[in-house]
Structure formats: C-alpha cells, structure tokens
C-alpha cells in the first residue's frame, strides 16, 4: 500500500471508532417531530445545560425544564415556557414539541449523525448541532 493510502485508512478508521456523544451546554436545532418536519422558517432548539436544566426555542416562545441522563438514558421533566402567542399553527407544533420532550427516554445518533431523542414508542424528535 501507498504512504499516502496508508496514511488516508488510519485516519478513516480512527474517525470510525469515535462515537458521536450527546453534549451539554451545545444547541440543536430541531429538524422533525415524530412523524412531522417542522413549518418552514420555524426555529425550535434544545440546550442540555451542564446543571440539569435543558431549555431552548419552542417556536414561539422559549423553554425550560430539568433533565436527567445517564448513559443513553434522557428523560426531562415536565416542561415551562413564556406565554407568548402566535399563529395558530405554531402553537399546534409548539405543543407537540413540548409534549413529544416529556415523553423521550433515550437518545442515539443515526448513522447520517443526526442525534435522536426516543420516546418509548413511536418515531424520535430529530435534530442537527445548530452551528449558527
């Protein structure tokens, strides 16, 4: 084998053996909901902080709760959030989201490296690392 094919395989199996983790104090911007993408140009975030408390953009208003993880294991505690209004629409998708957060008991990373946020049963929040 070439150095320089050589050297390409260990860098490859080296970013292989390194798994994804789910981390705190980093921002995830909210691509689907169960079965459901989001509206357009609607913003929702989920923030793990280092001190237990998660919090983020619900679409509407910002939200708050207490989370728990150990391992794979994720679970939030009932969520608060401001008491802005909007469209309807929003609203609808803003309650899922908060309803869809208490029901996650785990998370994973699909093989695409989006993070997954599972209920017991049913289809995961999705999300990507929001670099904005």
Known sequence: MKPALALLAASLAGCAADPVQLESDKTYRVEWIGERPLIDRSHLTVTLGEDGRAYGTAGCNHWFAAYTREGDKLHFETAG????????????????????????????????????????????????????
């Not at 959030?81 to 996650?104: D, H, I, W």
């Open 81 to 132: 959030s401001t008491r802005k209004m909007c469209a309807p629409a929003l609203m609808e998708q803003e309650q899922r989201f908060l309803e869809a957060l208490g029901q996650v008991q785990r998370w994973d990373v699909s093989g695409i490296g989006q993070l997954r946020l599972w209920p017991a049963a049913g289809k995961p929040i999705r999300l990507w690392p929001d670099e904005g």
